[in-house]
Structures are given as C-alpha cells and as structure tokens.
C-alpha cells in the first residue's frame, strides 16, 4: 500500500531542499571571489638633494633584517611571544630595500654637506665612512603602536669611532588598518634619521 504523505508536507519539503540548494550555491560562488591583495611602499616618493656644498660621502648599509621581517607580508605583534602575518597585506618591494631607500632619502634630505649613498655606490675612494643599520624590531602591535629598534654603528677605515649606539623610536596609532601603520613606521625612518643626524653627523 502506498503511503501519501498531505500536500502541505511535500510543499514544504520541496521549500526546504530548494532554499538548501540555493544557500549551498551562494556560498559556493561566494567562496570562489578572490580577496583584494593590498600593497603599500615604505618609501612612495623620493626628493633628489640639491649637490650643492657636499664634501663627504658616507656610505648607508643596512643589514638583513630578522627572519620574521624577510618576507612579503606585513607583521603584526600579538603578544610578547606571538606574531600574525597579513594574507592580504604586502610589502610591493623586500622591506630592507623600502627601509634603505627611505633611510637613505631623509639623511640627505636633513643635511647640508654629507652625501649618503647606497653600498652600490661606485667610487674611487676607498677610504669612504660607512653607517651600518641593524634592525630589530619595526612592525605595528596590537598594542596600538609602532616600533622600530635595533643599533647602528660609523665603521670607517680608520677604526675610529666604532661603537654600537642603540636606538628605540614608537609612535602610537590613531586609526585601523595596516595603511595608516606604514604611514607610521614611515614617521619612525624619519625620526630615526633625525637622532643619527643630530648625534654623529
């Protein structure tokens, strides 16, 4: 004998399996929509320095960065011992090259008679002075800050003056989002370059 179930039972069982079918579907499709990969530049523009009065070349040499900031993604500080990186927040060039540039950019922006050069400067002199930069640390946290920190030294043929000076800049945050942190950690170079500037140049 043939069971027959009421018409309003099959009705709503057809609803159900087509509002499944139909939510099944939206998740699908919604899944396959690729997220928007961000990129930003630590060093977006560059202000040629008049070579006016310049009698000293120094050559600028940073020295790799820790592991944790070798690679494209942008690094947020959790807690003490745990860091998260971005999936969709990246460096457009390796950070040692956009900290170099903007490092390099600000010291020759900020002096009257020194030249600073990459350590692809091509000279005849061989006795050039060289500032070598150790990063440590130079990420936001979730802490609402950025830091940058590490030491820096004058290495010059001569041995002079070949002391490690450390260094420790933060800024705080006033907005979300990784755009206005790179903006920040911009504003650390720039402070930082300041405090060599004013204490050995």
């Excluded at 000293?56 to 942008?74: F, G, M, R, S």
Aim: hydrophobic content about 40%.
């Amino acid at each position: 004998m043939k069971i027959r179930f009421p018409n309003f039972i099959r009705h709503l069982s057809i609803l159900a399996l087509s509002t499944l079918i139909v939510s099944l579907t939206s998740c699908s499709s919604n899944s396959e929509i690729p997220l928007e990969t961000n990129y930003y530049l630590l060093n977006s523009e560059y202000i040629a320095k008049k070579s006016l009065n310049i009698n000293k070349a120094v050559v600028v040499e940073v020295l790799e960065l820790p592991a944790y900031l070798h690679q494209p993604h942008l690094v947020m500080q959790l807690n003490t011992h745990q860091l998260h990186y971005a999936r969709f927040d990246m460096w457009a060039e390796p950070l040692q090259t956009g900290f170099t540039k903007a490092l390099i950019s600000e010291l020759n922006l900020n002096n009257k008679n020194i030249q600073f050069v990459t350590d692809e400067f091509q000279s005849n002199d061989e006795n050039l002075d060289k500032l070598v930069i150790r990063v440590d640390y130079f990420h936001p946290s979730n802490a609402s800050k950025v830091i940058l920190s590490g030491v820096f030294w004058k290495d010059n043929k001569e041995g002079k003056n070949k002391m490690q000076q450390p260094f420790f800049f933060e800024s705080f945050l006033n907005e979300d989002g990784y755009t206005h942190a790179v903006v920040q950690m911009r504003q650390l170079v720039s402070m930082m370059s300041a405090s060599v500037l004013e204490t050995n140049y």
